[in-house]
């Protein structure tokens, strides 16, 4: 049995941030049509929940003797009848496709089991959401396969060219469901036509693991996969190739991806590797989250909304959390609100705000009028959210020369290259580095003058440091003597030996 942990006091009411550990980690959560009871199913889990009884466990599907347990009680995927709360559909871990009913009078709810459909794992099953006896099943083999729960049967067969990771139904339109695959396309079907799809979406540049259909909108689709990519399409456009009316760029790779109720621009996810958190996205902000939940302590398997601000989700440590919106993480009202943005010829401009900030907030309020016992109502938009109004400053830099480049194109100018020995260059283009203050220019000069020339006794102690300077003093006369011959039988080099030796061509570099 499950048990209850509340993390405030009082009852267990769903307003309040509720954790229920389990008895094996969960893959798939599902509630049905009123939201007064959720399935939890696993590999080793497969249980029923009622959400108004302080989320009371009111049914294990897996309470059966060991040897009458077997994979298809393992589930993948868990999904409710959207007419009967007593029917459910299951994806094993096999290749099977399991019926369930919770009426049935013996120990055993598995109602039918469709064997042999599939002939790799199935990842999603997907009741229709008006006619409650069509039932789709997505799997490993390429197929998607749509069955009749009346008569048991397959009523037809969708063949793709690779696995498919999720099917959902349109909620608007009859016919339509869309399908995501492994190389990344997203298709939309027609279940009367089985020869081919309607429309096909290169959404995404890895697989694609999930999509869910609008909730209010009947042509707008969301796909997301392992290229961190979340995508809403417009699938009623009649380009060949449709493109994307708003991308969110998530951390990591999004497992799952649902539509907030009530919100037509909110987008939540999860993901299977590395993130603990459920995220929520307003496709209007796409680079930064609308809010964030943040209660998981391992990775989140899989969520749902049972309203507009009540997050049920799955986690792979074993529990079961229940969070509302209020208690998210807002990072929008941490942030800083500055922004930049850089254009390739070098000019940028970015925008501040000042220090006074206010609050705007957009609900539906109640005013008194004369009369205090009457109230007139103001009616507002229900899908704005709440933002932070700053009055910005916006500041434009254009791109200048800096001064260092500009003394080194004076000093390149006045170099000598040629016509002289190579001492003689090396000690006029010294000097011009001197004159514009370019010490560490100078010094090189000087090291090439003694590689190529030999150290000169006049100029051996220039651009050295007074400790340099001490130990030259001390050098003895033995040496600054083979010096000096060395550094006469340099001085008669002439340009063409300063070229065949690559200084010409550092002198080139330096004008150009």
């Not at 049509?33 to 302080?54: E, H, L, P, S, Y």
């Not at 599907?61 to 959207?82: A, D, G, I, M």
């Not at 009426?103 to 002939?119: D, G, I, P, W």
């Amino acid at each position: 049995m499950s048990s209850l942990i509340m993390r405030r006091g009082g009852g267990p009411q769903l307003n309040q941030k509720v954790t229920i550990n389990l008895s094996s980690p969960a893959n798939t959560i599902c509630a049905n049509k009123d939201g007064t009871r959720v399935a939890v199913a696993g590999r080793k889990i497969f249980i029923i929940c009622d959400t108004t009884d302080q989320l009371k466990e009111v049914c294990n599907l897996r309470n059966l003797p060991q040897k009458q347990l077997n994979l298809n009680f393992s589930s993948n995927h868990v999904q409710w009848n959207p007419r009967d709360e007593n029917q459910l559909a299951t994806a094993p871990t096999n290749s099977a496709v399991v019926l369930w009913d919770l009426n049935k009078r013996t120990k055993s709810k598995l109602n039918h089991v469709y064997e042999e459909v599939h002939q790799r794992a199935v990842n999603r099953v997907c009741y229709h959401p008006r006619d409650a006896n069509v039932l789709l099943s997505a799997s490993q083999d390429c197929t998607i396969v749509c069955f009749d729960t009346r008569q048991k049967t397959v009523t037809s067969r969708y063949s793709g060219a690779e696995s498919v990771r999720d099917v959902q139904y349109n909620h608007h339109n009859d016919h339509l469901f869309a399908a995501c695959y492994e190389s990344g396309v997203c298709q939309i079907w027609d279940r009367r036509h089985t020869d081919h799809a309607l429309k096909t979406i290169n959404a995404h540049s890895g697989p694609a693991y999930s999509c869910a259909w609008h909730l209010e909108q009947e042509h707008r689709i969301v796909s997301a996969g392992r290229d961190k990519m979340m995508k809403v399409y417009d699938t009623q456009t009649a380009q060949q190739r449709t493109k994307e009316s708003y991308s969110v760029n998530a951390l990591y790779s999004v497992a799952r991806v649902r539509w907030r109720p009530q919100n037509r621009n909110h987008l939540s996810s999860c993901s299977h590797l590395l993130d603990s958190t459920v995220a929520v996205w307003d496709v209007r902000r796409p680079f930064i989250q609308f809010a964030t939940f943040t209660e998981h302590t391992d990775v989140v398997t899989d969520f749902l909304w049972l309203s507009e601000d009540i997050l049920i989700s799955c986690v792979k440590d074993s529990k079961l959390v229940i969070q509302n919106m209020s208690d998210a993480s807002h990072i929008t009202d941490r942030a800083t609100p500055v922004s930049i943005s850089l254009r390739p010829d070098g000019t940028f401009a970015s925008s501040t705000s000042d220090s006074n900030t206010q609050r705007t907030k957009s609900h539906s309020s109640n005013v008194p009028s004369r009369n205090p016992i009457q109230f007139r109502k103001h009616e507002t938009d229900p899908y704005q959210q709440t933002f932070l109004c700053h009055t910005s400053y916006l500041h434009k830099y254009a791109k200048t020369e800096e001064k260092w480049l500009s003394d080194f194109k004076k000093c390149s100018k006045s170099f000598l290259i040629e016509g002289l020995p190579v001492d003689k260059l090396c000690d006029h283009n010294y000097q011009v580095c001197l004159d514009h203050g370019k010490d560490d220019a100078a010094r090189t000069w000087l090291i090439l003058k003694l590689l190529y020339c030999g150290m000169d006794p006049q100029v051996s102690t220039l651009g050295l440091t007074p400790l340099q300077l001490a130990r030259e003093q001390e050098q003895p006369d033995s040496e600054k003597a083979s010096l000096q011959d060395s550094s006469d039988k340099g001085n008669g080099e002439t340009t063409n030996t300063m070229k065949d030796k690559g200084i010409h061509m550092y002198c080139m570099y330096y004008r150009n």
